[in-house]
């Protein structure tokens, strides 16, 4: 062995350079330099006897010889942080022209036997092609796992060379990466290190189907000669690194041509696809420009669906432009139609369409509803979801109007609803150029080449560091501008990256994320995760399944990536003329003002060709109607209520939880007693209540986001063992009165048009979002009854409550007056005959159990709600009280459910007179009554009923 890493080295390095050695293990890197080879192979062996060694590797090109004073002739095990490896900067020329030849495998594992056979008969293939275009012979190597072929060069350090090496290995690339072996680009760096053949090479376990191999050289040829320079620039420029111009024919109302369909329809197989410069790159089975050899031929559409095609083999044209030869051998030659006669009228110029696809988005945007036909489209694939989808909508729209900051979207909701599916559906309806999923490093966008401005970006339930959260925060702030990012190179020269202008940011996660900065600039959606929901996917899913195959895409989905393709072309800019007439009843934050300017943008821009319209320059001025308010307003009020949570930044869990409180009517409760109304684990209530953290990210609770939140630490007693126990609790407080405030606080409406207001458009009927006078002063009534109540309630009272509650459950009349700051589908229960100095009432729910007792509280009042004089133990209190929420369990063994869907719970109401037993389990005494069911329950058969609702809703 030690001999083959001698002969290695002779051959890869000069006599007497430095070389550096570089072995990788588990976390851990050993290195050292090297300029007497003899004692390089000495070392070496000994590393390779560690088995803790994945691979030990050297550097190929000529290293500066002043880094042999680092670790002179030495290995120095474990690196440390300031210990420096080769970078860049230290190659003084490159010696090699690396080819590295892998088989496509899972990572972290060896190859199989017939991955390696492939890895090896690829390399022949490619040794065959480079040395019909004049290569000499390379050095043959088996890395162990894949194939090597080194080609001896003179060139540079510099960023021409480096330009020239990765050009010509991204030819190898198109032509011979397949789904079986790639062809690596990453190694047109000059620091790159090298597998140094003689060593084992350790990638996983070694299995008899997975074995380690040792890497070893195949062949050296007697003449190592050098490829001339010209010979790469010829390999690097075969293929072409730019857009061809499209040729404009007279008949330019005729499809478009599509590559694969035109492959397919004349029976010319296609070996493989892949990306290239933005199109698809076809490998062709069988080269049809000779019958001289099979491989070699391609054909790329590129973006702008220009047509390339070729054959890389000298022999046939060496890469050179054939597509009109190839088109011509296989369509029938068109004749030409004899000139019209002088007299006839000639017709107007034609209209450049690209396709009927294109033809057929662009007339849906003269004459139909492009938000409605985006929508059903949507809807084909993706069941329900309408506010998640419009708002996504809007996302896309938002990049095409030149006075909007952007929009961004927030999508959460409980594991498997759909939130992943929703939003792939959605980026399925965008040009495949405008689109980029999965995770990325921090600042991996910076450096992304195929990145194009107006990009749709989707983080998959992926979690955004601290870093790209900033950069979300700079994509809002400078949406028109590219977001730049300087560094220092590794030989210490500025370079300056950017994220391209007016990308949208579309998240996915279970949970909001932490930063309340990054929320505040984002449409923040709940998916629809009820059981009815559940329901429509199922029956959905089995549609789809019994249905008819279709080959191809959706002529539908089609249609929308040419709409958008043509509003993508055009930089729209939108006036509001009625704007100095929209009104907000809460400005405190004033992100959401402008969100709902940009949606009123953002629906004028998607009928911009159904506007009159101004062209100033590179922009289209129009201006903005009724309808576009309306529609904004009716999403902005969807993302404040049932739909999302835009100004409280809750999740449907948080508002679901908040809800209940009010429901069940608690003054003061506990951990476990919304654990039990809710339905939800114990771990989950406290999370949601309390806020969490995970990964270093913060996670707010309810009690930082509701202000009708509070909570106090108690000291409880436990004697129920004989042993006196001392713990802590929390008491969680709920102010009823605050939270019907916080929920009704977030309005938005158009006020009549007055006097003086100039180029408004007129109405356009009684909008949903236009307050009426009549609707003003039910509001202020409304306002005054949520207010403190008197002392003597009347029936009057109660009428103007129940007006407010109409108003709470969604009176169509104020759809977007009434938005509250989060879903609240049911108001506050009313307790009948409040007296105010007994208000302040601790449920029976948040006492403790029998034999607890709390210190340093005052149970003073509850004693005097229910009757009983003041005693220093609550054993006797909380017993009876307590056992239908305590004791669920006890209702169960009677075989007394509440049928689901029978019993309202919004239609109850906790009242403090004496009702008699529970008509559900009839043993519990009841404290919740409808009068619109004529019945009357208990706090544990309500808490039940909540609790069948929740699960309903989705709340899990």
Same mark, same amino acid.
């Given at each position: ?95 090699? =022209? ?52 080194l080609y001896r060069v003179d060139l540079p350090n510099d960023d021409a060379a480096t330009a020239l090496v990765k050009g010509a290995l991204a030819t190898l690339d198109a032509l011979f990466s397949n789904e079986a072996v790639t062809v690596d680009t990453a190694n047109h760096n000059a620091a790159r290190i090298w597998k140094l053949y003689g060593t084992l090479s350790r990638k996983g376990d070694n299995t008899v189907e997975r074995p380690h191999r040792r890497a070893k050289v195949l062949a050296v040829p007697d003449d190592v000669r050098m490829v001339p320079r010209e010979y790469l620039q010829h390999l690097a420029a075969l293929l072409p690194r730019e857009e061809p111009l499209r040729s404009k024919k007279p008949n330019g109302n005729r499809p478009g041509i599509d590559l694969a369909s035109w492959l397919l329809d004349h029976g010319i197989a296609v070996r493989s696809t892949r990306p290239y410069q933005g199109g698809t790159l076809y490998v062709l089975d069988e080269c049809p420009f000779s019958s001289a050899h099979k491989d070699g031929a391609f054909a790329i559409q590129f973006a702008n669906g220009a047509v390339f095609a070729g054959c890389h083999h000298q022999s046939c044209g060496g890469g050179a432009q054939r597509w009109p030869e190839l088109r011509g051998m296989y369509e029938p030659k068109r004749t030409r139609t004899p000139a019209k006669k002088a007299e006839e009228i000639p017709l107007p110029p034609p209209v450049l369409i690209e396709d009927e696809h294109q033809a057929r988005a662009i007339e849906i945007l003269r004459t139909g509803d492009p938000l409605a036909f985006l929508l059903d489209t949507f809807n084909k694939a993706h069941v329900g979801d309408r506010t998640v989808a419009e708002c996504l909508v809007m996302s896309v729209a938002s990049q095409s109007v030149a006075n909007t900051k ?52 989707? =983080? ?273 407080? =709920? ?222």
């Amino acid at each position: 062995m030690i001999d083959e890493i001698r002969n290695t080295v002779n051959v890869l390095a000069a006599s007497g350079s430095v070389v550096e050695v570089r072995a990788l293990a588990d976390g851990v890197t050993h290195s050292g330099y090297f300029d007497d080879h003899e004692v390089l192979a000495r070392a070496v062996e000994a590393l390779d006897a560690d088995p803790a060694v994945a691979g030990i590797y050297v550097t190929l090109n000529t290293v500066n010889p002043a880094l042999l004073a680092r670790r002179a002739n030495r290995i120095k095990m474990r690196l440390s942080r300031k210990d420096a490896t080769t970078a860049d900067a230290d190659i003084n020329r490159r010696r090699w =022209f690396p080819v590295d030849i892998d088989p496509v495998r899972p990572s972290g594992v060896s190859s199989t036997d017939a991955e390696h056979d492939a890895a090896l008969a690829a390399a022949e293939r490619i040794a065959t092609y480079l040395a019909e275009q004049g290569f000499p012979a390379p050095v043959r190597a088996d890395s162990g796992n894949g194939a090597h072929l080194l080609y001896r060069v003179d060139l540079p350090n510099d960023d021409a060379a480096t330009a020239l090496v990765k050009g010509a290995l991204a030819t190898l690339d198109a032509l011979f990466s397949n789904e079986a072996v790639t062809v690596d680009t990453a190694n047109h760096n000059a620091a790159r290190i090298w597998k140094l053949y003689g060593t084992l090479s350790r990638k996983g376990d070694n299995t008899v189907e997975r074995p380690h191999r040792r890497a070893k050289v195949l062949a050296v040829p007697d003449d190592v000669r050098m490829v001339p320079r010209e010979y790469l620039q010829h390999l690097a420029a075969l293929l072409p690194r730019e857009e061809p111009l499209r040729s404009k024919k007279p008949n330019g109302n005729r499809p478009g041509i599509d590559l694969a369909s035109w492959l397919l329809d004349h029976g010319i197989a296609v070996r493989s696809t892949r990306p290239y410069q933005g199109g698809t790159l076809y490998v062709l089975d069988e080269c049809p420009f000779s019958s001289a050899h099979k491989d070699g031929a391609f054909a790329i559409q590129f973006a702008n669906g220009a047509v390339f095609a070729g054959c890389h083999h000298q022999s046939c044209g060496g890469g050179a432009q054939r597509w009109p030869e190839l088109r011509g051998m296989y369509e029938p030659k068109r004749t030409r139609t004899p000139a019209k006669k002088a007299e006839e009228i000639p017709l107007p110029p034609p209209v450049l369409i690209e396709d009927e696809h294109q033809a057929r988005a662009i007339e849906i945007l003269r004459t139909g509803d492009p938000l409605a036909f985006l929508l059903d489209t949507f809807n084909k694939a993706h069941v329900g979801d309408r506010t998640v989808a419009e708002c996504l909508v809007m996302s896309v729209a938002s990049q095409s109007v030149a006075n909007t900051k952007g929009l961004h979207v927030s999508i959460s909701g409980n594991s498997g609803k759909g939130k992943s599916h929703a939003c792939t559906t959605m980026l399925n309806l965008i040009p495949e150029s405008h689109r980029m999923t999965g995770t990325v490093s921090n600042k991996a966008l910076y450096y992304a080449d195929d990145l194009r401005p107006g990009t749709v970006i989707l =983080f998959d339930d992926t979690s955004l560091s601290d870093d790209l959260q900033e950069v979300l925060k700079s994509a809002t702030s400078s949406f028109h501008e590219p977001i730049e990012h300087r560094t220092v190179t590794a030989d210490r020269q500025l370079r300056v990256c950017s994220i391209p202008e007016r990308c949208v940011w579309w998240l996915a996660k279970v949970e909001n994320p932490g930063d309340d900065q990054v929320m505040n600039r984002m449409l923040t959606v709940w998916i629809d995760d009820s059981a009815e929901q559940d329901r429509r996917v199922l029956e959905h899913l089995k549609e789809t399944e019994a249905g008819v195959y279709r080959r191809g895409d959706d002529p539908d989905v089609l249609t929308c990536r040419a709409l958008w393709s043509v509003l993508k072309q055009q930089r729209i800019f939108v006036r509001i003329p009625f704007a100095r007439r929209i009104q907000f009843s809460n400005v405190a934050n004033r992100r959401n003002p402008a969100m709902l300017f940009d949606l009123i943008k953002c629906h004028a821009a998607l009928r911009f060709l159904q506007r009159e319209g101004k062209e100033t320059g590179d922009e289209v001025r129009i201006e903005a109607a009724r309808q576009d308010f309306d529609a904004a307003a009716r999403l902005y009020a969807a993302i404040n209520q049932e739909g999302g949570g835009q100004d409280s930044k809750m999740t449907r869990n948080e508002a679901a939880a908040l809800a209940t409180i009010a429901r069940m009517g608690w003054e003061t409760f506990t951990v476990r007693m919304l654990q039990q109304a809710t339905g939800l684990s114990y771990h989950q209530v406290r999370r949601i209540l309390q806020g969490y953290t995970t990964r270093g990210t913060v996670y707010c609770g309810l009690l930082e986001k509701c202000p009708a939140l509070a909570v106090v630490d108690a000291t409880v007693i436990d004697e129920s063992t004989g042993t006196t126990v001392r713990r802590h609790e929390s008491h969680f407080q =709920f102010d009823a009165e605050r939270y019907r405030e916080w929920t009704a606080q977030l309005a938005v409406w158009l006020e009549d048009e007055g006097e003086g207001e100039e180029d408004s458009p007129p109405p356009s009927g009684d909008g949903l979002q236009h307050r009426q006078p009549c609707c003003k002063g039910e509001r202020k009534h409304s306002c005054k009854e949520i207010g403190k109540g008197d002392s003597q309630r009347g029936e009057t009272d109660l009428m103007n409550g129940e007006c407010v509650s109409k108003i709470d459950r969604g009176d169509q009349r104020s759809f977007a007056a009434k938005s509250g700051s989060h879903s609240s589908p049911d108001p506050v229960p009313l307790e009948e005959h409040l007296d105010p100095m007994h208000g302040q009432e601790l449920p029976c729910g948040s006492r403790p159990a029998a034999n607890k007792k709390i210190e340093h509280a005052d149970l003073s009042s509850n004693c005097k709600n229910y009757g009983i004089s003041k005693i220093p133990h609550t054993k006797s209190v909380c017993a009876p009280i307590c056992a239908p929420l305590c004791s669920t369990g006890a209702n169960a063994a009677n075989g007394v459910r509440p049928l689901s869907g029978v019993l309202d719970p919004r239609s109850f109401a906790r009242v403090k007179v004496e009702l008699g037993r529970c008509d559900v389990c009839g043993a519990a005494k009841a404290v919740y009554r409808s009068r619109e069911a004529q019945a009357k329950v208990c706090e544990g058969c309500y808490a039940r009923l909540v609790r069948e609702g929740n699960a309903k809703e989705g709340i899990r």
